[in-house]
């Protein structure tokens, strides 16, 4: 007769992502088939023993997490994007999410991993970001995010609306400031955006001079006020280097997701739309047209 341990490995090499159990010890407890295609490191190569160095950008943050207080341990499940090394030799980004495991008394046992590979990075339009891994973190965590909003939404969930956010000032402070200064600008900018985003509402970086924001407004008409909204705060951004005091404006393309298109046209859309806000001088909002407007017969 089959016993509980043969079932639950049966279940867990049956998942499309990859699974590790550690040990309260950090010890590999469980390595799933999925976790061995992402990594080349096969079960036989791992279980019973620390991870080997390679994988510790994956496993090792996990372990890490396992001194987080309980009241912080509810950050655990969020998707943060890592960086480990293919057995092979090259990178593998992948998106992994931590659990504690506690006993009947809340005791901590250990901590499990899931984790599937990050390639669609580059699926879908982007900003561009040459500023290094924290963008590209930022852009990893957003995306994911936005994949399933998006999903709830072509299954009859709420509705989703996308504003691409590009700072006028950006590029030209950087060439003429450097990249701190623009850096110190931008997190400047994103202050100020958090203050007038809904309580449901994401925003994260989406390239070196770019922002996603992620929203529920119900209609496009809705979605472009709040737009409007936003860019007027934005000039309220109090930004000062070495005593000068910049004036700061934001380009917005906002496009509402329609039924039977793809997560790739909803973005392009906007982008589409914040290159038009931008070309006509920035500081402006630009609505992407409806794809499924029916013309007059």
Request: proline content about 4%.
């Amino acid at each position: 007769m089959t016993d509980r341990t043969e079932l639950l490995e049966a279940a867990m090499d049956s998942m499309p992502e990859g699974v590790a159990l550690l040990g309260g010890e950090g010890q590999i407890l469980l390595w799933n088939r999925s976790a061995e295609a992402i990594t080349g490191y096969g079960s036989a190569d791992l279980l019973s023993r620390q991870a080997p160095e390679p994988l510790e950008p994956l496993l090792l943050a996990g372990a890490r997490l396992v001194n987080i207080e309980p009241d912080a341990g509810g950050q655990l499940g969020h998707r943060t994007l890592v960086y480990a090394s293919h057995k092979q030799g090259h990178d593998v980004p992948v998106m992994a999410r931590y659990f504690m495991l506690r006993d009947g008394m809340g005791g901590r046992m250990g901590m499990a991993i899931l984790f599937h590979p990050a390639d669609n990075l580059d699926a879908l339009p982007h900003g561009e970001s040459s500023q290094g891994g924290d963008v590209k973190a930022s852009q990893a965590v957003v995306e994911d995010r936005l994949a399933t909003m998006f999903g709830d939404f072509t299954r009859g969930g709420l509705p989703l609306g996308v504003l691409w956010i590009s700072v006028d000032q950006a590029a030209e402070l950087r060439k003429t400031h450097g990249t701190g200064a623009c850096e110190a600008m931008l997190e400047k900018i994103k202050q100020t955006l958090a203050n007038g985003l809904r309580p449901a509402e994401e925003m994260g970086r989406w390239g070196d001079d770019e922002f996603l924001i992620l929203s529920h407004e119900r209609t496009p008409e809705m979605l472009e006020t709040h737009a409007q909204a936003l860019g007027g705060l934005a000039r309220t951004a109090d930004f000062r280097w070495w005593g000068d005091r910049a004036t700061l404006t934001v380009s917005i393309g906002a496009a509402q997701a329609e039924q039977e298109e793809s997560l790739a046209d909803l973005l392009e859309r906007a982008k589409t739309s914040m290159i038009t806000s931008f070309q006509a001088g920035g500081n402006h909002t630009t609505s992407a047209p409806r794809r499924n407007t029916c013309s007059p017969s």
